[in-house]
């Protein structure tokens, strides 16, 4: 379910205790970041036990389940269960986290995480590094209903943990405060945020949390591409089986553009910022659901355009089938957010974390504009487009930020009208 995958979470058994099953019935979902897997079983046969339930967060390598092949499987290839590790089946147990008790009203500390059953293996990490259960109370937690992860407490700990010396509220009367206002949210009918926008709002409000954007902006004409790709998609597809869109180009310039602007290709750790070797450009892509997800294109700067339009066509069909495995979704080092395939003309994107920058591009559009030809200035139908990059101004300055958006710009009207495919 991908190398980075450290635990996943699981939506639901499909097969109960005492059913059975044939080779290749999925026995239950799991959820790892925003993808959800099935998992089929490897042979024929009966649950025997399930050892975790619904919505019980499992770390990678633990057994999930015991099951008895057939007959006519073990004959084939013998699973045998030794018997101690069927006895320690038999005997293991699932822990209840213990509630932990709230802050005091003494020292007012604000809470993050609603959810404090913090699991033992969070108690066992949280005494390792001194953190308080006030301290965890105030980490935020990504995990379902609101449980803190072993993920949350790790990022918070190399965030520097902010919230170590968090001093009590004071009661200062000229000090601002929240105002506590009881809007009118109006009558309707409501509808329960899935797991995944509830994972998207959380990611978004972080990410402007800890990033000041910034968003520059400039107007590209696309003419030459956009006559290039209209007089060669037919001929590219019928040679190379591939449809031809505009987002292969779209990434192969902007490829271009981060290696001439390495900084951009970043992410921040601390007071050190980290500048990544490989150029990997993530796509924002709508799901049928609504949502968005983010699969990336490893290694862009290193393929040509057939190559290229194989890896987005492919990502693009598994998004659009529910299909993307964990690692189609992992690396990303540069975003692109097609917002024109909507209709927009322009965008304010909020920068995919940990990256410290992200590109929009607005629709295409034909527009009458000003071009200097041999006879001097004349009036001429052109395909333009508007680009936005919002960036990180702890580290990416208005000189970066302008000059990468720019040089973007410069490769999409610069493009080659006699490129051979």
């Given at each position: 379910?991908?190398?980075?995958?450290?635990?996943g979470?699981?939506?639901?058994w499909?097969i109960?205790?005492?059913?059975s099953?044939?080779?290749?019935?999925?026995i239950?979902e799991v959820?790892t970041d925003?993808?959800?897997n099935?998992?089929?079983?490897?042979a024929?046969?009966?649950m025997v036990?399930?050892?975790?339930?619904?919505k019980?967060v499992?770390?990678?390598?633990?057994?999930?389940?015991?099951?008895?092949?057939s007959?006519?499987?073990k004959?084939k290839k013998?699973?045998v269960?030794p018997s101690?590790?069927?006895?320690?089946?038999?005997?293991?147990?699932?822990?209840?986290?213990?509630?932990v008790?709230q802050?005091?009203?003494?020292?007012?500390?604000s809470?993050n995480?609603?959810n404090t059953f913090?699991?033992?293996l969070i108690?066992k990490?949280?005494?390792?590094?001194?953190i308080?259960?006030?301290e965890?109370a105030?980490?935020p937690?990504?995990?379902n209903e609101?449980?803190l992860r072993?993920?949350?407490v790790?990022s918070?700990i190399?965030d520097?943990r902010?919230?170590?010396f968090a001093q009590?509220?004071?009661?200062?009367p000229?000090a601002?405060r929240?105002?506590?206002l009881?809007?009118?949210?109006?009558?309707?009918k409501?509808?329960?945020?899935?797991r995944m926008?509830?994972?998207?709002?959380?990611?978004?409000v972080?990410?402007?949390?800890?990033s000041?954007?910034?968003?520059?902006y400039?107007e590209?004409d696309l003419t030459?591409m956009?006559?290039w790709?209209?007089a060669n998609k037919v001929?590219f597809e019928?040679?190379?089986?591939?449809?031809l869109?505009?987002t292969?180009l779209?990434v192969?310039a902007v490829?271009k553009?981060v290696?001439?602007?390495p900084?951009?290709?970043?992410s921040?750790?601390?007071n050190?910022i980290i500048?990544?070797e490989?150029?990997?450009i993530?796509?924002?892509t709508?799901?049928p659901?609504?949502n968005?997800?983010?699969?990336?294109?490893?290694?862009a700067?290193?393929?040509d355009l057939?190559?290229?339009?194989?890896?987005v066509?492919?990502?693009?069909?598994k998004?659009?089938?529910?299909?993307?495995?964990?690692d189609?979704?992992k690396g990303?080092?540069?975003?692109?957010s097609n917002v024109?395939t909507?209709?927009s003309?322009?965008g304010?994107?909020i920068?995919n974390?940990p990256?410290?920058a992200i590109?929009?591009?607005?629709?295409?559009?034909?527009?009458?504009?000003?071009?200097s030809?041999e006879?001097?200035?004349?009036?001429a139908i052109?395909s333009m487009?508007?680009?936005?990059?919002s960036f990180d101004?702890r580290?990416?300055?208005?000189?970066?930020?302008?000059s990468?958006?720019r040089r973007?710009?410069?490769y999409?009207?610069?493009f080659?009208?006699?490129?051979?495919?």
């Amino acid at each position: 379910m991908g190398e980075s995958i450290t635990e996943g979470t699981i939506i639901n058994w499909l097969i109960n205790e005492g059913d059975s099953f044939d080779e290749g019935d999925i026995i239950l979902e799991v959820a790892t970041d925003k993808v959800d897997n099935e998992v089929p079983a490897p042979a024929s046969g009966t649950m025997v036990k399930t050892m975790f339930q619904a919505k019980d967060v499992v770390p990678v390598g633990e057994i999930l389940a015991i099951l008895e092949v057939s007959e006519e499987v073990k004959s084939k290839k013998e699973t045998v269960i030794p018997s101690e590790a069927k006895e320690s089946h038999k005997e293991k147990k699932v822990s209840t986290p213990k509630p932990v008790q709230q802050p005091t009203a003494s020292t007012s500390f604000s809470v993050n995480n609603t959810n404090t059953f913090f699991s033992p293996l969070i108690i066992k990490i949280a005494k390792e590094h001194h953190i308080s259960f006030e301290e965890l109370a105030r980490i935020p937690a990504t995990g379902n209903e609101g449980r803190l992860r072993k993920s949350d407490v790790f990022s918070y700990i190399e965030d520097g943990r902010p919230f170590k010396f968090a001093q009590a509220v004071t009661q200062d009367p000229t000090a601002y405060r929240i105002p506590q206002l009881n809007f009118d949210k109006g009558k309707g009918k409501v509808i329960e945020m899935d797991r995944m926008r509830q994972m998207i709002a959380d990611h978004m409000v972080y990410s402007k949390h800890t990033s000041p954007h910034v968003t520059a902006y400039v107007e590209a004409d696309l003419t030459n591409m956009v006559n290039w790709r209209n007089a060669n998609k037919v001929a590219f597809e019928k040679k190379y089986g591939e449809r031809l869109t505009f987002t292969p180009l779209f990434v192969e310039a902007v490829a271009k553009a981060v290696k001439d602007y390495p900084n951009i290709n970043a992410s921040v750790d601390g007071n050190n910022i980290i500048v990544k070797e490989d150029i990997n450009i993530g796509m924002a892509t709508a799901l049928p659901s609504g949502n968005l997800i983010v699969p990336v294109v490893k290694n862009a700067d290193t393929q040509d355009l057939k190559q290229l339009a194989a890896n987005v066509n492919e990502l693009a069909n598994k998004a659009r089938e529910n299909k993307l495995a964990g690692d189609d979704i992992k690396g990303s080092t540069f975003t692109i957010s097609n917002v024109g395939t909507f209709g927009s003309v322009m965008g304010t994107p909020i920068i995919n974390q940990p990256e410290v920058a992200i590109l929009a591009l607005g629709i295409i559009k034909k527009r009458p504009e000003v071009i200097s030809t041999e006879k001097g200035d004349e009036i001429a139908i052109r395909s333009m487009m508007y680009l936005s990059l919002s960036f990180d101004h702890r580290v990416v300055d208005g000189f970066l930020g302008g000059s990468f958006v720019r040089r973007v710009a410069d490769y999409f009207e610069q493009f080659d009208v006699d490129r051979k495919i």
